[in-house]
């Protein structure tokens, strides 16, 4: 296969596979979405999953957040891992939210790189998940992916991201980086990783990584 047809045999299966795509993280506006982002470097969904809950029962909106202090805050959100620095980013993110933005989450980049702990992947999970705007945020899963399947060089995520937008058309990029994590969690994931299983890897899949996975599989 030449590389539009690899690109289309993804689209193609990761179409019947997830017709339908769910988020992963449980959010009900475009603030909680962005809280709920910024919980997940570094732990599962599942986890944050467990404590957003709790968090927003208490502050669900930038100006209900600035009533906590950081130290509340921090002792909510403690499962989630780097609760010192997590939890002064939701605090001040809120703060600027209210002072900059009049409690919104601006549908913009630019804006929402300047926050606190929020970075290039949390925003571009927000403007795509929240705001419909086409964007390409890449995970672990993602990068993994794209380099298994021989579309990225696998360097860094950067390079992977302008990999993903050249090659995938850009009214899918919003589906199909949510099929490509989900892709990558059942069927394609760092352990516990059988090739069998994962059609996409097995079909397209750069020759030294599956030449790898079936030399450690020897007995």
């Given at each position: 296969?030449?590389?539009?047809?690899?690109?289309?045999?993804?689209?193609?299966?990761?179409?019947?596979?997830?017709?339908?795509?769910?988020?992963?993280?449980?959010?009900?506006?475009?603030?909680?979405?962005?809280?709920?982002?910024l919980l997940s470097a570094q732990s599962t969904d599942i986890r944050v999953n467990q404590i957003t809950p709790l968090l927003f029962e208490k502050a669900d909106n930038p100006y209900d957040m600035v009533k906590l202090s950081v130290e509340e805050i921090r002792e909510i959100i403690k499962p989630v891992g780097l609760s010192p620095m997590k939890s002064k980013g939701i605090y001040g993110l809120s703060k600027i939210l209210i002072d900059k933005h009049h409690g919104k989450v601006p549908q913009s980049f630019e804006f929402l790189e300047e926050l606190p702990a929020v970075g290039h992947?949390?925003?571009?999970?927000?403007?795509?998940?929240?705001?419909?705007i086409p964007a390409f945020p890449v995970d672990t899963h993602i990068h993994r992916l794209m380099y298994r399947w021989n579309l990225s060089n696998g360097k860094n995520v950067v390079q992977t991201e302008k990999d993903a937008k050249r090659l995938f058309p850009k009214n899918l990029w919003n589906k199909l980086h949510l099929q490509i994590i989900w892709y990558g969690r059942e069927y394609s994931p760092a352990r516990g990783w059988h090739l069998e299983k994962?059609?996409?890897?097995?079909?397209?899949?750069r020759k030294s990584v599956i030449e790898e996975y079936y030399k450690t599989k020897k007995p």
């Open positions: 296969m030449n590389k539009q047809e690899k690109v289309e045999f993804v689209i193609k299966t990761l179409n019947n596979i997830y017709p339908e795509v769910p988020i992963p993280l449980d959010h009900k506006d475009p603030y909680t979405l962005l809280i709920a982002v992947k949390t925003a571009s999970v927000v403007m795509s998940q929240a705001f419909g994962d059609i996409i890897t097995k079909t397209i899949g």
